[in-house]
């Protein structure tokens, strides 16, 4: 292993409590979904990878043969065969991390091992959220939560093409973070302003895309709110509910709700290439790094919600 950061989904569904149910069911292994390393030893059966190769692990693995399988998104396997690093079988928070060749991805060069870990899971789950909403140029996108997902999301909305990148976000710190970084056009912190800042930034029409990050009832709902008439809104925070008046936030402005959950493998190696493809680093909004004897502290940080992304590393 030479990164492995922490998720969300690790705070929320093992740090804080165990949720214990279907796919985020914890079960007592090596913690750790973002991993990203070297191979030091391939296999019997083997037929791409040997030592030295340099890889980002998608972090599930599937049966292979059912239709999520073959449709590229072993996330979505419900098989008994299905298993995720750092949930049902041990994830990157080791020295050493077994995984199936074919949840390999090479890593190309200039990207680090940090990149590859972002990748593995956040950068993933925004870019596969970014195409579910088809972002161009022709959109302006607006990210609720700023947190790592939705720092990913400005950062490869921008690549992909959005006209105007608007974030939200209620933490400032977060918000200055995006801001620092050079991802946003416009920055609102609260919910209450954002209909002044996108009336001015939109025509008052809203965002053809919107796309939220945070899994908060009322961010969503923000997002939905502020989706242009036949425009698409993802979600791809995750947990919670969300309560809303159909006609007038759905049916009558024909707006398109999509969930997207993680991404398909071809989409995380499409998205390697286009980072180099781009000159962008995923590293870029990680705040924290510690070795993994600090693994505790860089738990207790991600958990207060104000840091930019934790990772543990290595070497850099
Ligand atoms: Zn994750
Ligand atoms: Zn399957």
């Known amino acids: 292993m030479r990164a492995s950061s922490i998720c969300g989904s690790d705070i929320r569904a093992i740090y804080r409590e165990h949720l214990g149910v279907g796919a985020e069911a914890y079960q ?13 030893e391939a296999g019997p059966g083997a037929r791409r990878l040997s030592p030295g190769d340099r890889v980002v692990v998608y972090h599930i693995s599937g049966c292979g043969q059912c239709e999520e399988c073959r449709r590229g998104y072993p996330v979505g396997c419900s098989s008994d065969h299905r298993a995720a690093h750092g949930w049902q079988r041990d994830g990157g928070h080791a020295d050493y991390l077994l995984a199936e060749e074919s949840s390999c991805l090479l890593l190309p060069e200039p990207l680090t091992f940090v990149d590859g870990a972002l990748v593995s899971c956040g950068f993933g789950t925004a870019f596969e959220g970014l195409l579910r ?73 809203g965002c053809e895309v919107t796309i939220d990050c945070s899994g908060h009832p009322d961010a969503r709902l923000a997002a939905l709110r502020h989706t242009r008439h036949w425009g698409r809104c993802v979600l791809v925070g995750e947990g919670g509910t969300m309560t809303m008046d159909v ?68 070497e850099d």
């Open 133 to 205: 909403g088809r972002v161009s140029g022709r959109d302006t996108l607006l990210v609720t939560g700023l947190g790592p997902v939705g720092l990913a999301a400005a950062m490869l909305g921008r690549h992909l093409g959005a006209a105007r990148v608007i974030g939200m976000d209620p933490v400032a710190s977060r918000v200055e973070l995006a801001q620092s970084l050079d991802l946003l056009d416009v920055a609102v912190a609260d919910p209450a302003d954002l209909a002044e800042a996108l009336g001015s930034a939109t025509g008052g029409r």
């Open 247 to 314: 006609s007038p936030l759905l049916i009558h402005p024909q707006v398109s709700v999509h969930g997207s959950w993680v991404s398909s493998v071809q989409h995380m190696a499409e998205l390697l290439e286009l980072l180099v493809r781009w000159g962008e680093h995923p590293g870029r909004i990680v705040t924290h790094r510690y070795p993994l004897s600090e693994a505790g502290t860089a738990y207790e940080v991600a958990d207060r919600g104000q840091a930019g992304k934790v990772c543990i590393v290595w």
């Open 28 to 40: 007592g292994v090596v913690a750790g979904h973002e991993p990203c390393g070297e191979v030091v």
